[in-house]
């Protein structure tokens, strides 16, 4: 079954530092991933994306993914986060079948002055 | 503007008073889902919808009802709402073809059920 794994609840970083938020998968066959980002009482955005191709995915406000095959993840990078930043992360891949995305449970970015 | 909109954004019943939330899109998709999210859990799929009249349970189906009469809108039923029932809910869509396409999501519905 498809799963993805967010390991980190929270993530502190200084104003100005890169950040990393990290997600892992578990597909059968292609993995289609997906990073979302939810501010405060705000529906999901989405920032980028991974179907084929290069392993550096760049998206929305900066970000920036790589997909790395042989060890399963997915991992968010900016390279100097803002304060703007602090927000709920959400990795997902596509189920295979139905349409649905598969989130893991959100890590909390949390960028200080 | 290409979104995804939810009706209300608050809501506060009572256990067993019947509810619907509605939801439009405005992107011609055919896909639309309907999920909850609460604490710890990321978002989990209640229903789905491939298409007009066509609709499927999801990962958390119990409680909820839906019903897709036309391509743009996909209302959720709650019939008899109870406690658990409390929390956020976000409709999407996606267009095609779907797993290469991301969802879109409305601005989320936050129910409270007393």
């Known amino acids: 079954a498809q799963s993805v794994a967010q390991p980190e609840d929270q993530v502190n970083v200084a104003e100005g530092n890169p950040l990393t938020v990290k997600c892992t998968y578990s597909?059968?066959?292609?993995?289609?991933l997906f990073w979302y980002v939810q501010y405060p009482n705000r529906g999901l955005q989405f920032l980028l994306k991974?179907?084929?191709?290069?392993?550096l995915v760049k998206g929305s406000y900066g970000f920036e993914a790589e997909f790395n095959k042989s060890q399963t993840s997915f991992h968010l990078k900016k390279p100097s986060a803002l304060v703007s930043d602090s927000a709920l992360y959400f990795c997902?891949?596509?189920?295979?079948?139905?349409?649905?995305?598969?989130f893991g449970q959100g890590t909390t970015l949390q960028v200080k002055p | 503007e290409a979104q995804v909109t939810q009706n209300p954004r608050y809501l506060i019943t009572v256990t067993g008073k019947k509810l619907t939330v509605t939801c439009s899109q405005n992107?011609?998709?055919?896909?639309m889902s309907w999920y909850r999210q609460d604490p710890g859990l990321g978002l989990r799929q209640i229903y789905y919808?491939?298409?007009?009249?066509?609709?499927d349970k999801g990962d958390v189906p119990e409680g909820y009802k839906v019903s897709r009469k036309e391509k743009r809108n996909f209302p959720l039923i709650l019939e008899s709402p109870s406690p658990n029932q409390t929390s956020l809910y976000f409709c999407?869509?996606?267009?095609?073809?779907?797993?290469?396409?991301?969802?879109?999501f409305g601005p989320g519905t936050r129910l409270t059920v007393l």
């Open positions: 919808s491939m298409n007009v009249e066509v609709t």
């Open positions: 999407a869509s996606r267009g095609r073809p779907q797993r290469y396409n991301e969802q879109f």
């Open positions: 597909v059968s066959g292609n993995p289609y």
């Open positions: 991974y179907i084929t191709g290069d392993n």
């Open positions: 997902a891949v596509d189920s295979g079948n139905t349409g649905k995305l598969i």
């Open positions: 992107m011609n998709h055919e896909y």
